[in-house]
């Protein structure tokens, strides 16, 4: 019994660093402290916005954010910012305060998980409704990250990376 519960704690405690491994890089913020560190950092924000009873929230976060590459990119180019939906939670955003569930209808969140984008500066980007596979958030938070929204639509973006980044 004792060599059973010894290889079951064995493989508990490998799951869990396994699984702290996979999102070590990954640093989430506070809205207020986001802004604050993409000032500092010269870094775009990444917001997700979720509900704690949200199912593909929380598959968001196991199966896009915890994969090797797009945890990788992220921690890179972007300050992580977790925003309930649904909290009371005060904030500050261009001189104004905010709860976290008012600055997400002001957006105008309707569904969760959505992925908000700001530059820098707090300047809103952009907004992503629904749960994203890995890949495609990947190939999406690269758009943003490296500026091609600037000056190209997602689809030439895409074909561009298609054609191996050539610029047709």
Known sequence: M?????????LLLSLF???????ENLSWLTFDKGLAEAKKSDKKILVDVYTDW?????RM??????????????????????LNAESDQ???????SYSEAEIAHS????GYPTTLFFEPNGDHITSLSGYVKADEFLNITKFIGENYYKTKKFE?????????????
């Not at 949200?54 to 929380?58: A, N, V």
């Not at 030439?156 to 047709?168: L, R």
């Open 2 to 10: 004792k060599k059973v519960l010894a290889i079951t704690t064995i």
């Open 156 to 168: 030439e973006y895409m074909h561009m990376q298609e054609s191996g980044g050539k610029k047709q």
């Open 107 to 110: 957006f105008h969140v309707t």
């Open 17 to 23: 660093a396994v699984v702290s491994i996979a999102g």
């Open 54 to 58: 949200c199912g593909w929230c929380k």
């Open 90 to 96: 005060r904030l500050h955003y261009k001189g104004k």
């Open 61 to 82: 976060d196991r199966d896009t954010y915890l994969n090797k590459e797009v945890a990788g990119y992220l921690a890179q180019q972007f300050v992580l910012v977790k």
